[in-house]
């Protein structure tokens, strides 16, 4: 079914097991095979969603929001300490919903995510999807927002004519080796754009600060181009739009959430691990001593 096979042509796949097993075979009816992938699925979505996930160390998170079958759905990817990527969860709702992401994010949490020695996450462009982050995991959470979305975002509040040289700046700023440098090229490009159009200088002011979190943390060569962006959930995120390519009738919210699920187990099949792997030793090593800056910086809590 996850191949793309449908109910109906669902008996041509069988092994061949002779005329006088075929003459009394059973449940390879349209109607009987859908019941036994329900039934597969929600079993296969249970397990996903309630996984204990405490016997890794994460290094990375990634959350991405992504239009399936009509609805909005939020994915999340995992990435461990040798760069393995692991599908996390899946949720009905987008990034913009306060009560889903941080369902979500929760979720993550309570099954065994710890962010003691910091986790990096590596969100789109949603604030509440930011913010939930931060209410749950607090100052372990380092942020790091998609770079790719917000020169979307930006650029949707432009006339075609500007946004080439408004892109140039941008990329220009997220290649500066100097975290603080960058963030200040796009406060001078943000009150360029206030006489040009203020909707897209607000857009590019919007979390501007956690959009240089990678180079603050020495990120550097290809890990930076990875974890920069989303593009390894968007990646998980196509990959099971694809299995579902064929399902022409979707009912409830249910039916979505199973399919989304047993397409990211399938993805993890298919993952290879991140590019930059090798770097992870060193991106481990900042996490932890930023989470150490900062647990001694916050005040003592009297008895």
């Known amino acids: 079914m996850l191949a793309g096979l449908s109910t109906r042509r669902y008996p041509v796949a069988l092994e061949p097991v002779g005329p006088s097993t075929d003459a009394v075979a059973s449940?390879?009816?349209?109607?009987?095979?859908?019941?036994?992938?329900?039934?597969?699925?929600?079993?296969?979505?249970g397990e996903f969603r309630s996984r204990d996930l405490s016997d890794r160390r994460w290094l990375v998170c990634f959350i991405d929001g992504f239009d399936f079958a009509g609805h909005v759905m939020v994915g999340a990817l995992g990435v461990t300490a040798d760069g393995t990527k692991v599908p996390l969860g899946v949720v009905e709702g987008?990034?913009?919903?306060?009560?889903?992401?941080?369902?979500?994010?929760?979720?993550?949490?309570?099954?065994?995510?710890?962010?003691?020695?910091?986790?990096?996450?590596?969100?789109d462009g949603g604030k509440a999807l930011a913010r939930a982050v931060k209410d749950v995991f607090g100052t372990h959470a380092v942020i790091q927002r998609c770079r790719l979305h917000k020169e979307r975002n930006v650029a949707d509040h432009l006339p075609e004519v500007e946004r080439a040289w408004v892109l140039r700046k941008m990329r220009r700023a997220w290649k500066n080796p100097d975290a603080d440098e960058g963030r200040s090229d796009l406060e001078a490009l943000a009150r360029q754009l206030d006489k040009l159009n203020p909707d897209a200088a607000g857009s590019l002011r919007e979390g501007l600060a956690d959009m240089f979190t990678v180079t603050?943390?020495?990120?550097?060569?290809?890990?930076?181009?990875?974890?920069?962006?989303?593009?390894?959930?968007?990646?998980?995120?196509?990959?099971?739009?694809?299995?579902?390519?064929?399902?022409k009738r979707w009912r409830d919210g249910d039916m979505?959430?199973?399919?989304?699920?047993?397409?990211?187990?399938?993805?993890?099949?298919?993952?290879r691990r991140i590019k930059g792997y090798s770097q992870l030793p060193g991106l481990a090593i900042a996490l932890a001593a930023t989470i150490a800056s900062v647990d001694q910086d916050r005040p003592a809590v009297s008895a």
């Open 256 to 271: 979505r959430l199973r399919w989304a699920a047993a397409g990211m187990c399938a993805a993890q099949g298919q993952f």
């Open 94 to 123: 987008s990034t913009d919903n306060a009560a889903v992401v941080r369902g979500l994010v929760t979720g993550l949490r309570d099954r065994g995510v710890d962010a003691t020695s910091g986790i990096l996450f590596v969100l």
């Open 216 to 247: 603050r943390l020495g990120v550097t060569g290809t890990l930076l181009k990875t974890l920069a962006t989303t593009n390894p959930v968007e990646s998980m995120n196509e990959i099971v739009r694809n299995h579902s390519r064929n399902v």
């Open 27 to 45: 449940s390879t009816s349209k109607s009987a095979v859908s019941r036994r992938f329900v039934a597969a699925t929600a079993e296969r979505l």
